[in-house]
């Protein structure tokens, strides 16, 4: 055989192996990609988009968390929306009251580590309203993370009377 032919066989059979070994398309090679979903269709779920919470009650937020790979950590955040600033994702609006400045508005903030390898997660926190704070508009917001950091953010409209 010509010594010229063998390293080109060596450097043909090197290419299409590196070809073959890079076009892999197992599942552990896969890069997620997909932002992880909240689900507060279900009949008990709450707060949803216009609820109503009381000043001097407890409430317990329900909601479905789901991701394609691993869920997690998600956070809750209350706080008012006196000005009618706006960072709702729901298509329907609720009535706002008029516009005030805040004396003693609620704000609430809580992270949750949700527990490793979950795809599937029923969050449910209980939730206290204080009775001296603002009642009004306010915003509830859910940010949920997936283990990759890929967050999906939903905005609702909430008032406490």
């Known amino acids: 055989m010509n010594k010229m032919k063998i390293p080109k066989l060596v450097l043909a059979s090197f290419a299409l192996t590196s070809i073959f070994t890079a076009c892999d398309s197992s599942d552990d090679n896969k890069v997620d990609t997909e932002y992880p979903v909240i689900d507060i269709s279900a009949t008990n779920a709450f707060p ?49 009251e008029a516009i005030k400045k805040p004396v003693k ?10 527990p490793e390898n979950l795809k599937s997660y029923e969050a449910t926190q209980e939730i206290n309203i204080p009775t001296d704070i603002d009642p009004g508009d306010y915003h509830f917001l859910i940010r949920l993370t997936d283990k990759e950091g890929w967050q999906t953010i939903k905005g609702l409209s909430i008032k406490i009377k």
């Open 48 to 96: 949803i988009q216009c609820s109503e919470a009381i000043r001097g009650q407890k409430f317990t937020f329900r909601a479905k968390f789901t991701d394609n790979s691993a869920l997690g950590s998600y956070s809750l955040d209350i706080h008012h929306n006196f000005d009618h600033h706006n960072h709702s994702t729901e298509v329907n609006d609720c009535t706002p």
């Open 105 to 114: 508005p609620l704000l609430y903030i809580n992270s949750v580590t949700i």
